[in-house]
């Protein structure tokens, strides 16, 4: 959802290695993460960022819009990443860490516009050269940074319920075409699409009746994992209110592995949403418990450091400040309450 923030990270340079480990006499069957979104837009931020991060985790997330701008005037997906990702990748590699890559289609702030890089240039997801250019990169992205994790469309029920039908359905054929392109190529990448739960619980923009993704599975069949986006507190004012079911309901009875690729709660009110340090702390025990109900595989916290929006260059996105509190540390990287509460789960013993 937050893929205008990721496409901001600078290119780095980086060399260095790290990393831990801890134990418990508790388990998890999945394996956790964080994106590479610094709290300020400084090579400094991002390398300590993920320096403290690594720590704890075993994914490294990267979630954002494609470099349209670059692709549609003929650049290389090669040269692209061989300028923005090759390296960043590596040091994230030497700290021990997968990558999951998600490639974001629509703008991951408004779900109902196409990508911000396409409106610039007039263009659009519908357009056969645009939806190849898309798939030109994911098959550089596979080639040259090997993810584990390929996401190919992020939040589709979310696109469905608020893009032109035009625009789904572009994604739709993109997401299936690259897809077919990933497994002709024979990718070892673990691929999926990603669904919004509280638009399918009908608690984002609906009257909070369920709704679920059937329609999502329909789709997209190519799917060997389901992603779950999930930022609950515009949906619960408590984490304990979020129901027991809430990730394994979305599935209906299929064996489908799920991973949370993006989420959290925030620790500060923001608009009409009350919130604090201590309720972002119980959000992430609660969460355990769904994580443990589905048996999922992985889990994703958008950010590890909160966003300095002072330091953010104009125009500030309107609903970017809703997001900019859910970090487990404040964005000069001093720890919360929640931060203990990661580190508690991530001191289980990891069985899958």
């Given at each position: 959802m937050?893929?205008i923030?990721?496409?901001?990270?600078?290119v780095?340079v980086?060399?260095g290695?790290?990393?831990?480990q801890?134990?418990?006499?508790?388990t998890?069957t999945?394996?956790?993460g964080?994106?590479?979104?610094?709290?300020?837009?400084t090579?400094?931020?991002?390398i300590?960022?993920i320096d403290?991060?690594?720590l704890?985790?075993?994914?490294?997330?990267t979630?954002?819009?494609?470099?349209?701008?670059?692709?549609?005037g003929?650049?290389?997906?090669?040269?692209i990443?061989d300028?923005?990702?090759v390296?960043?990748v590596?040091?994230?590699?030497?700290?021990?860490?997968?990558l999951y890559?998600?490639?974001?289609?629509?703008d991951g702030?408004?779900?109902?516009?196409?990508?911000?890089?396409?409106?610039?240039?007039?263009?659009?997801?519908?357009?056969?050269e645009?939806q190849?250019a898309?798939?030109?990169?994911?098959l550089a992205?596979?080639r040259k940074?090997?993810?584990e994790?390929?996401?190919l469309?992020?939040?589709t029920?979310?696109i469905?319920?608020?893009a032109l039908?035009?625009?789904?359905?572009?994604?739709?054929?993109?997401?299936?075409?690259a897809?077919?392109?990933l497994?002709a190529?024979?990718?070892s990448?673990?691929?999926?699409?990603s669904v919004?739960v509280?638009?399918?619980?009908g608690r984002?923009g609906?009257?909070?009746?369920?709704?679920?993704?059937?329609?999502?599975?329909t789709?997209?069949?190519?799917?060997?994992?389901?992603?779950?986006?999930s930022?609950?507190?515009?949906?619960?004012a408590?984490p304990?209110?979020?129901p027991?079911n809430?990730?394994?309901?979305?599935?209906?009875?299929?064996?489908?592995?799920?991973m949370?690729?993006?989420?959290?709660?925030?620790?500060?009110?923001?608009?009409?949403?009350?919130?604090?340090?201590?309720?972002?702390?119980?959000?992430?025990?609660?969460?355990?418990?769904?994580?443990?109900?589905?048996?999922a595989?992985?889990l994703?916290?958008?950010?590890f450091?909160?966003?300095d929006?002072a330091s953010?260059p104009?125009?500030i996105?309107?609903?970017?400040?809703l997001f900019v509190?859910?970090g487990?540390?404040?964005?000069?990287?001093?720890?919360?309450p929640a931060?203990?509460?990661?580190d508690?789960?991530h001191?289980?013993?990891?069985t899958?």
């Amino acid at each position: 959802m937050r893929s205008i923030l990721l496409a901001c990270v600078a290119v780095l340079v980086l060399t260095g290695c790290g990393g831990g480990q801890s134990s418990s006499t508790e388990t998890r069957t999945w394996r956790m993460g964080f994106s590479v979104v610094p709290p300020r837009l400084t090579t400094a931020a991002v390398i300590e960022g993920i320096d403290r991060w690594s720590l704890r985790a075993e994914y490294a997330a990267t979630h954002e819009e494609l470099p349209w701008s670059e692709l549609l005037g003929g650049m290389s997906p090669d040269d692209i990443l061989d300028r923005d990702k090759v390296q960043l990748v590596a040091y994230m590699r030497s700290k021990g860490l997968q990558l999951y890559f998600m490639a974001d289609l629509t703008d991951g702030l408004s779900r109902g516009e196409e990508a911000p890089q396409l409106r610039a240039l007039g263009r659009s997801i519908t357009e056969p050269e645009v939806q190849q250019a898309y798939r030109s990169y994911l098959l550089a992205v596979d080639r040259k940074l090997q993810p584990e994790i390929i996401g190919l469309a992020a939040e589709t029920n979310l696109i469905r319920a608020a893009a032109l039908p035009a625009v789904y359905a572009g994604v739709v054929t993109a997401a299936n075409d690259a897809a077919g392109d990933l497994l002709a190529a024979s990718s070892s990448a673990t691929l999926l699409f990603s669904v919004q739960v509280e638009t399918a619980w009908g608690r984002l923009g609906g009257n909070a009746n369920y709704v679920g993704v059937e329609q999502d599975f329909t789709d997209f069949p190519f799917a060997q994992m389901l992603g779950l986006s999930s930022y609950p507190y515009f949906g619960f004012a408590q984490p304990e209110d979020m129901p027991a079911n809430y990730y394994s309901r979305l599935l209906n009875g299929r064996t489908l592995p799920v991973m949370v690729v993006e989420g959290g709660w925030t620790s500060a009110a923001v608009g009409t949403i009350q919130s604090t340090p201590a309720l972002q702390a119980r959000y992430i025990t609660r969460h355990a418990q769904l994580l443990d109900a589905v048996g999922a595989r992985g889990l994703i916290q958008l950010l590890f450091a909160d966003i300095d929006l002072a330091s953010l260059p104009p125009p500030i996105p309107p609903n970017l400040p809703l997001f900019v509190n859910i970090g487990l540390t404040d964005s000069d990287f001093n720890a919360k309450p929640a931060l203990a509460a990661w580190d508690a789960l991530h001191a289980r013993h990891l069985t899958h």
